[in-house]
């Protein structure tokens, strides 16, 4: 399982970006070529086809890690409250002992902060 991870980090960072470091999925795992076209996807520029690859994958049975995933994209494109949605679902289908889960309640909240200062801040341009 370690060398599918590193692999997986090594191909997301040969995408353009940084790996998530809580990201981890299971070595053979159906969908983690899927996953890795996602992240490949995401640092061309091609949000929308990483978007929609990481829904897929999020609504399969297991897709907590598309679903963390896909939290992380939309966080980044400012999809605040879908962002938001996305790690409270990462959260309720991951491991309660998953070592990840605090950094993981961390993101969540941030985004609902986020949320609460646009909500008490608007921003308009």
């Given at each position: 399982m370690a060398s599918s991870h590193r692999t997986f980090k090594m191909a997301a960072r040969a995408a353009g970006r940084l790996c998530p470091i809580f990201l981890t999925f299971l070595a053979?795992?159906?969908?983690?070529?899927?996953l890795e076209e996602a992240v490949r996807?995401?640092?061309?520029g091609r949000h929308?086809?990483?978007?929609?690859?990481?829904?897929?994958?999020?609504?399969?049975?297991?897709g907590s890690d598309a679903a963390l995933e896909l939290a992380g994209l939309l966080e980044r494109l400012g999809e605040i409250d879908a962002a938001a949605e996305m790690y409270g679902r990462a959260l309720?289908?991951?491991?309660?002992?998953?070592?990840?889960?605090?950094?993981?309640?961390a993101r969540l909240d941030r985004c609902r902060r986020q949320r609460l200062?646009?909500?008490?801040?608007?921003?308009?341009?």
């Amino acid at each position: 399982m370690a060398s599918s991870h590193r692999t997986f980090k090594m191909a997301a960072r040969a995408a353009g970006r940084l790996c998530p470091i809580f990201l981890t999925f299971l070595a053979g795992s159906a969908s983690a070529g899927d996953l890795e076209e996602a992240v490949r996807l995401s640092g061309d520029g091609r949000h929308d086809e990483a978007e929609r690859v990481l829904r897929e994958l999020a609504g399969r049975p297991g897709g907590s890690d598309a679903a963390l995933e896909l939290a992380g994209l939309l966080e980044r494109l400012g999809e605040i409250d879908a962002a938001a949605e996305m790690y409270g679902r990462a959260l309720s289908g991951g491991d309660p002992g998953d070592p990840r889960r605090k950094r993981l309640e961390a993101r969540l909240d941030r985004c609902r902060r986020q949320r609460l200062s646009l909500a008490l801040f608007p921003v308009s341009l």
